[in-house]
């Protein structure tokens, strides 16, 4: 399945991977450079680090590259009454009787410990589209489900606070 990406996600990624290059590039190389300087390359420490820095930020430039190039841009748009994305959404959990509130994003910003969810996610497709009151089924798999009822829908929209997940 392709990523989702919004037009700010896009931006972001590209601001990110023009840092990389321009900045964090520059800065890597300088520390090989130096850690190179600093004598027997096969026990320096510094040298073996800076490579692995330097191995890494290329790493990232590649995965974010290989993204923008296989995502699909989606819209942020949505009814003011139906979920979408962006939109915190207030939900009680039946079996739990619990109150929960997540925000609905893409799957390249979800993160569980802001409450994030990924419209990709089993409960971030359960309710994407549904509206205040609704109750859902959410499917976890084929033999295990819950159910969900959307108490309430707010559209927070995208401050751009948060950042994209790094893999």
Known sequence: MK?????????RIEEE??????????QALEAVKEARAHGDLSENF???????DKNQNESRIRYLERMLKTSVVVSED?????????????????????EE????????????????????SP??????GRRAGDIVHVKVNDTVGYD?????????????SDKLRSF
């Open 3 to 11: 990523n989702q990406l919004t037009e700010k996600d896009v931006k």
């Open 17 to 26: 991977i023009e840092y990389r290059k321009l900045v964090v590039r520059k």
């Open 46 to 52: 510094e040298y073996h680090a800076a490579k692995k």
């Open 78 to 98: 949505s009814r003011e009454d139906e979920v979408g994305l962006n939109n915190t959404v207030k939900l009680y959990f039946m079996e739990d009787d619990e």
């Open 101 to 120: 509130t997540y925000k609905l994003v893409t799957s390249v910003r979800g993160n569980s410990l802001k409450n994030y969810i990924s419209t990709e």
């Open 123 to 128: 409960l971030g497709q359960a309710i994407l």
């Open 148 to 160: 969900v009822e959307i108490r309430s829908i707010e559209n927070t929209g995208d401050d751009g």
